[in-house]
């Protein structure tokens, strides 16, 4: 299988998982301003949406959305126990985790990457960001990850966070959620994806 990604976009998720898992796969870097690949294609005839992440399968199936393409590939190897057994409350507990981080933080950063925002919006998005983190923050008290062990949810909430520096908000006045960044910082899943993105040195 094939990860279409962009370094440090929110594909970095995805790009965990797979580290985690140990699957076998190839990586595919995409511009998302000019909708090229790395080696030259054009990405919106593999992704029509022209977003990363974009996971293409051994039979060339296609597969989009982030906290999906999470799902299917810990559905790949569930003894990792990186989804919670189909079925089960804890997996819809999951699901719950991975809809409201999409929703309400990962959307919650988007007026923050446009130069064109204004300054009005930017304030509102980061106290909106806040409330986001304050929630987390008490969740987390006392907790290694969001659910009782380490889970899909944890690659995607650990990839919005590291935002937050980029867009000169300070996790400082979130002790637990710096903790909880260093922690899935450390696992080897998370340290090999960030290497192959270049982005820890």
């Known amino acids: 299988m094939k990860l279409f990604y962009t370094p440090g976009a929110c594909s970095l998720a995805p790009h965990i998982v797979l580290q985690e898992l140990g699957i076998k796969f190839d990586t595919e870097q995409v511009d998302l301003k000019t909708k090229k690949t790395k080696s030259g294609g054009d990405f919106t005839k593999v992704n029509p949406k022209g977003s990363v992440p ?3 399968l051994d039979n060339g199936e296609i ?3 982030g906290a999906v393409i999470m799902q299917y590939l810990a559905d790949q190897k569930p ?3 990186l989804i919670p ?3 089960s409350f804890d997996r819809y507990r999951c699901q719950e985790w991975l809809n409201y981080i999409a929703t309400e933080l990962h959307k919650g950063f988007a007026p923050l990457w446009n130069d064109k925002t204004p300054e009005e919006t930017r304030t ?3 106290e909106r960001l806040a409330k986001g983190f304050d929630y987390l923050s008490e969740k987390l008290k006392n907790k290694g990850f969001l659910m009782s062990d380490y889970t899909v949810a944890d690659a995607y909430l650990f990839t919005i966070l590291s935002w ?3 867009v000169k908000i300070d996790l400082a006045k979130w002790p637990t959620l710096l903790g909880y960044v260093e922690k899935v910082k450390s696992r080897p899943g998370t340290m090999t994806a960030l ?3 270049g982005l820890l040195k």
């Open 85 to 87: 057994k189909v079925g």
């Open 79 to 81: 003894d990792a126990h």
């Open 124 to 126: 509102l998005a980061k």
């Open 164 to 166: 937050a520096p980029i």
């Open 63 to 65: 597969l989009t959305e």
């Open 54 to 56: 974009t996971l293409q």
């Open 195 to 197: 290497k192959a993105e």
